[in-house]
């Protein structure tokens, strides 16, 4: 355990790149083996778009890193946080305990408010309203998004007093789970069902991905998935029965082209369906749900 502390103690941003890089790489190669989902899409021209939101999270977290820092060396320096507060304990349990803390605060809690609070939302549904949810969707993050979940990357942080080579396990750690969960792959079900007790899955999140409240609004978890069982935020649906995309924006000139991405947290606010469909209509929604995917094939 002393040498992974050491490790992400001294990571090399290098490293930190080819973490990133490399997750996307190798799900991208495990889809094409297994898919999920047989799409007729360009999946070139849809990575385009996505490794673009990647590029700009990038930067944005490298350009506000300092805060981070800044941040994680006063809460050790004074104390300040969970784990600083904890009789000494072994590394291990430390290490866990300032994990789950770190995935609470900057990962599950900044999503469940990114669906509640509007200003947010407006910059959230940029990454629902990819409709071949694959491994490049992980970081499709608007650049305004990208800064508010640093915030809260960083209070996490402070809450759990944690120092940052945990910080920097934990991105490395939410980075490959994030490109992980969002892979379009299959699993053996009873495999994927046991896991998803600890992990989020695929499986799991995809459910997120439905075009439909309430499942939009459901499985926010990105490492760890008891927060959203704890907090009754787990929801299930037959993976034949998703649509992806978010049921505000489904024509391909709003979802695929990048200028426009860009431009909709300041368009005109579309209010999303306060209703499923399913429960007013179920035969309304099993034609409404073959229509958007041949409209998905057909575009």
Do not use: C
């Not at 790489?25 to 778009?49: C, D, I, Q, T």
């Not at 379009?184 to 007790?197: A, C, D, G, M, R």
């Not at 992990?199 to 459901?218: A, F, G, K």
């Not at 991405?261 to 209509?281: D, E, T, V």
């Amino acid at each position: 355990m002393e040498q992974i502390v050491d490790y992400f103690s001294h990571i090399p941003s290098s490293h930190r790149a080819a973490i990133l890089v490399g997750g996307i790489a190798f799900f991208w190669l495990v889809e094409s083996a297994v898919p999920m989902f047989r799409w007729r899409y360009n999946k070139w021209s849809h990575a385009g778009v996505n490794i673009f939101f990647t590029a700009t999270t990038v930067i944005v977290n490298f350009v506000m890193a300092f805060m981070l820092l800044k941040a994680t060396d006063w809460a050790v320096a004074h104390h300040v946080g969970i784990l600083q507060w904890l009789p000494d304990m072994p590394l291990w349990a430390f290490a866990i305990i300032g994990l789950l803390l770190l995935d609470l605060i900057g990962a599950w809690l900044v999503h469940w408010a990114e669906h509640q609070v509007k200003w947010m939302w407006i910059f959230h549904l940029v990454h629902h309203t990819d409709t071949n949810v694959d491994t490049t969707s992980a970081n499709r993050h608007h650049p305004g998004e990208s800064v508010f979940r640093f915030a809260f990357t960083t209070l996490g942080a402070v809450v759990a007093g944690a120092p940052m080579w945990l910080v920097f396990m934990y991105q490395s750690m939410s980075a490959a789970l994030s490109q992980f969960n969002h892979a379009n792959i299959q699993f053996p079900k009873t495999v994927e069902q046991l896991l998803s007790w600890v992990l989020v899955t695929p499986r799991m999140h995809r459910i997120h991905h439905h075009y439909q409240r309430p499942y939009t609004d459901s499985n926010y978890g990105n490492i760890f998935s008891i927060w959203d069982r704890i907090f009754g935020t787990y929801r299930e649906l037959p993976q034949e029965d998703i649509v992806f995309g978010i049921d505000t924006h489904m024509e391909a000139a709003e979802h695929s082209n990048l200028e426009n991405l860009l431009k909709i947290p300041f368009q005109k606010y579309r209010q999303p369906p306060g209703r499923s469909l399913r429960k007013i209509n179920p035969d309304l929604h099993t034609d409404l749900r073959d229509l958007l995917r041949q409209y998905t094939v057909l575009n």
